[in-house]
């Protein structure tokens, strides 16, 4: 049985494309590596682990990844979004300086157009919105009063991508 609990930390862990790993791996990474098949990304944000082996449990962290791993990073800056280059900061100063952000529509309109390319950009290998609305929760006023709102994630993605599955 496939264990999807990262070896590093323990955390609940989902399975990522060959593509992911091929495309965000360092090369010296892959070049380790027997197959690209079978791993997961560590969710966890003090984990140094982006992906493990699902059944050998083999760790790439983050000096293996050719991106900065904005869930794992605590130095700005963090992206949050992969394909359309957004950070965490940006989305909480657009925050304060106006009360909301019009950055989760403008993403979610860009996939359903097909300009995403989650499973190739994002180490966690799928779209960014689910974080996304993660940021602007946070980054809100007050959580009570939510100024605008998130962006449904079950259907943001274009059709390619299967849509959301982080949200």
Excluded at 100 to 120: F, H, M, N, V
Aim: aromatic share 4%; glycine share 10%.
């Amino acid at each position: 049985m496939t264990d999807l609990n990262c070896p590093a930390c323990g955390s609940r862990g989902r399975k990522v494309k060959p593509l992911t790993i091929e495309s965000l791996a360092a090369p010296a990474a892959l070049a380790e590596l027997e197959t690209t098949e079978g791993f997961a990304h560590c969710p966890a944000s003090g984990c140094d682990a982006v992906w493990f082996h699902a059944d050998t449990g083999q760790a790439l962290g983050r000096a293996d990844c050719r991106v900065r791993v904005g869930m794992k990073e605590t130095e700005p800056p963090r992206p949050v979004c992969y394909c359309f280059g957004h950070t965490i900061e940006e989305i909480e100063a657009e925050i304060r300086a106006t009360g909301k952000t019009g950055i989760p529509a403008s993403i979610a309109d860009k996939c359903r157009q097909g300009l995403d390319r989650c499973e190739e950009t994002n180490p966690q290998g799928s779209c960014c919105l689910g974080n996304i609305n993660q940021v602007v929760k946070a980054a809100a006023p007050t959580p009570a009063a939510e100024p605008f709102a998130t962006i449904e994630t079950s259907d943001c993605c274009n059709p390619h991508t299967g849509g959301c599955d982080n949200g």
